[in-house]
């Protein structure tokens, strides 16, 4: 499976950005799909994940309540709407997809990455 990002970009604190990710290549959606980032200088972390049907979700406590995400099966893409984007929201986004059963913030259980976009918020 191969995966694209896209959506990112300069925003100032409070705007919303929609972020996508594209599937090609693979069973797409047979797969939980989760959104990761990467602050600078800092780990990768979770954000928020989805399973294979868009029934469950699961976010990380800094972005619950701001952060949605959804897919659309027939179009093989996963989205995250980010809405009161805030400086420390500032990092790379990266999608992958997980065959794990239970819905999962562990880096480790996602076995296909893409590259990443840059979301930068200004205050």
């Known amino acids: 499976v191969q995966l694209v990002e896209s959506g990112g970009g300069l925003v100032q604190a409070g705007d919303s950005l929609t972020l996508s990710c594209a599937a090609s290549?693979?069973?797409?959606?047979?797969?939980?799909v989760g959104w990761f980032r990467q602050p600078p200088g800092k780990d990768r972390e979770f954000v928020a994940a989805?399973?294979?049907?868009?029934?469950?979700?699961l976010y990380s406590d800094s972005v619950k309540g701001r952060f949605t995400i959804s897919r659309d099966s027939a179009k093989n893409t996963v989205f995250l709407q980010m809405n009161n984007l805030q400086p420390e929201d500032t990092a790379i986004y990266s999608c992958?997809?997980?065959?794990?059963?239970?819905?999962?913030?562990?880096?480790?259980?996602?076995?296909?990455w893409g590259q990443g976009t840059q979301v930068t918020v200004s205050s």
């Open positions: 992958a997809v997980s065959g794990v059963v239970a819905l999962t913030d562990t880096l480790g259980e996602y076995d296909y």
């Open positions: 290549g693979g069973p797409f959606n047979i797969y939980a």
């Open positions: 989805i399973n294979h049907s868009g029934i469950s979700k």
